[in-house]
């Protein structure tokens, strides 16, 4: 057994001291004088910590000036758990609490230094937190900590990745679960919980989220569950995924239930999309690797889709970031020069969508490797038709 300290993520603190440096090096070259990281997915990041987002101040102060300790400014009655996060148990910061009467934003002007002319808030940080910081640091400018962790936050290191991986294919049994389940005569609510139930039995710390779409509903793409009842002879889009070690699964499959009735198979028009959809989402899939833009891989999606006279239905982005947060750059999108690089995490989900009748996506998470992509989900992507 070693001695290594380790986040609940199972991620090695040391792991942890180097995501600081690397933050506290980004904060010097990008000219600020600090950056003042709330509650939320960029603390998780950097400290291992996952607090309560509450309206007491919660706060890890990084001065780019490499003299100034990294402190973890938290309530007193926090310290124990905060006090218990890879980054301090590491030594990588300290922490610093404040009495229940105590103002904290003093605590916050001399850790950032009263004449500090620009610091950095995370993107999600309470309005009310901010306008603290103005009053106590008059002469700061505030820009978003996204445009400083971005690039550290978007390349996912080994831990991460296996992290996504066993996220993925723990929604990949849940999926595959479903599918071979009775689902004609139950309701879309009523899978749906079966969904939350068996991702967190899987073991995903909590479920997110669990998009059930069935028959005309699988054209709305957010369309999260209702009360209608399964029919025999329809399509059912599943878009579900959680959280598993704090990383995010987000999986989606199309599968069409015939009752157990050969006569209430898939419809050849829903067949026709379907193909063009799969062969879409494959290519998109197949054309990542490190330096394509993330606009050229939505075209490559996009272009198929238009090819066979479906791009008025292709109405979303191919996809979206995926680490810590559910939705996280790098987005691809059109409109998104960003090019990508090996380590990039994100989904690759095209969709068709019928309003009225019928609709169809498939999601993966894939990985951008150095010789191309590294898809995590294992579950077939071929159009699962169920007797349901
Ligand atoms: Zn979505
Ligand atoms: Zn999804
Ligand atoms: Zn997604």
């Not at 400290?47 to 309560?52: E, H, L, P, V, W």
């Not at 996204?146 to 996912?156: A, F, N, P």
């Not at 002879?233 to 009752?259: A, F, H, K, N, Q």
């Not at 970031?321 to 790098?330: A, M, R, S, Y």
Request: glycine fraction near 12%; charged fraction near 20%.
């Amino acid at each position: 057994m070693s001695g290594v300290i380790r986040g609940r993520d199972g991620i090695p603190a040391s792991r942890y001291a180097e995501r600081l440096a690397g933050a506290r090096a980004a904060t010097a070259a990008a000219g600020l004088d600090a950056l003042l990281v709330g509650v939320g997915a960029d603390l998780r990041y950097l400290a291992g910590y996952a607090a309560m987002p509450l309206e007491r101040l919660t706060l890890l102060v990084i001065p780019a000036a490499a003299s100034a300790p990294i402190t973890l400014i938290c309530p007193r009655l926090e310290a124990t758990p905060a006090r218990a996060c890879p980054a301090i148990a590491v030594g990588a910061a300290v922490i610093g609490t404040w009495e229940e009467t105590e103002d904290p934003m003093a605590l916050v002007a001399r850790l950032v230094g009263p004449g500090a002319e620009a610091a950095a808030v995370s993107d999600g940080l309470r309005a009310a937190f901010l306008l603290g910081f103005q009053r106590v640091l008059p002469g700061a400018r505030f820009s978003l900590v996204s445009t400083v962790l971005r690039d550290l936050r978007m390349r996912k290191d080994a831990h991460e990745v296996t992290l996504l991986r066993d996220a993925a294919h723990a929604a990949d049994r849940v999926v595959a679960a479903i599918a071979a389940g009775r689902l004609v005569g139950r309701t879309e609510n009523d899978v749906a919980r079966e969904v939350r139930e068996r991702l967190v039995a899987e073991g995903h710390d909590q479920a997110e989220f669990w998009i059930v779409a069935s028959g005309p509903n699988s054209a709305s793409p957010h369309h999260e569950g209702s009360d209608r009842v399964i029919g025999a002879g329809e399509p059912i889009v599943i878009d579900i995924g959680g959280t598993l070690g704090g990383y995010g699964s987000d999986i989606t499959r199309t599968v069409w239930v015939t009752g157990g009735d050969p006569s209430r198979g898939p419809d050849p028009e829903f067949r026709r999309l379907y193909t063009v959809l799969q062969d879409a989402q494959a290519a998109a899939t197949a054309a990542v690797r490190p330096g394509i833009s993330a606009e050229a891989l939505d075209a490559v999606a996009r272009d198929r889709i238009a090819a066979a006279g479906l791009g008025p239905y292709f109405i979303h982005r191919t996809g979206h970031g995926i680490g810590l947060e559910g939705h996280e750059d790098p987005y691809i999108v059109a409109g998104n020069a960003e090019l990508l690089d090996v380590g990039m995490a994100f989904s690759v989900e095209p969709g068709i969508y019928l309003e009225g009748r019928f609709g169809a996506r498939i999601e993966d998470i894939v990985v951008c490797g150095e010789a191309g992509p590294i898809v995590l989900n294992e579950q077939p992507r071929d159009l699962l038709v169920v007797s349901g």
